[in-house]
């Protein structure tokens, strides 16, 4: 089993900035071949934010986050952190954690996940 617990969340202006952060633990974590940000707004699906494919450390951002968004690994702490830059009132959302053995692209494939952490941007 892969626990994870995200934290960091909260309420900021527009144009403000929160760390997200995820801190995994379990046995099954250090197989995890994928980990990855999601978030849902109400009344919206589900969407990927980011991932890293860890194997190569590659990362991959949304259309919507890119160039505002980091997403990092600390191997040394088991976290996995994503910098959130110029905040917008569509971000505002519940962000979720979630690791997986393969294909990141792939929502489905994501075994575990956290309980999330809300983010509301005001405008």
């Known amino acids: 089993q892969v626990q994870l617990q995200e934290s960091g969340g909260g309420s900021v202006q527009a144009g403000g900035s929160l760390r997200l952060s995820c801190a995994a633990s379990?046995?099954?974590?250090?197989?995890?071949?994928?980990m990855g940000w999601f978030r849902q707004a109400p009344g919206k699906e589900r969407e990927r934010v980011a991932h890293?494919?860890?194997?190569?450390?590659?990362?991959y951002y949304t259309d919507s986050v890119k160039d505002r968004f980091t997403i990092s690994r600390d191997n040394a702490k088991n976290t996995l952190d994503l910098q959130m830059n110029s905040l917008k009132p569509e971000d505002t959302a519940m962000y979720y954690c979630a690791a997986g053995p393969t294909l990141c692209a792939q929502q489905g494939a994501y075994k575990y996940w956290g309980q999330g952490t809300q983010v509301t941007v005001s405008s």
């Open positions: 379990g046995d099954e974590y250090r197989d995890a071949g994928c």
């Open positions: 890293i494919y860890l194997a190569v450390g590659s990362a």
